[in-house]
């Protein structure tokens, strides 16, 4: 249980970071336009 709690912890940080690295290259283009 406490293995599944870590990997569930692990797909939401790699989820986050996903949406951050495309709200960051969102905002460039959005600059850069």
């Known amino acids: 249980m406490h293995?599944?709690?870590r990997m569930l912890s692990n797909h939401n940080l790699f989820?986050?970071?996903c949406?951050?690295?495309h709200?960051?290259?969102g905002t460039k283009s959005?600059?850069?336009a």
């Open 3 to 5: 293995i599944v709690f």
């Open 15 to 17: 989820v986050e970071l």
């Open 19 to 21: 949406i951050l690295k």
């Open 23 to 25: 709200f960051i290259m």
């Open 30 to 32: 959005y600059i850069g």
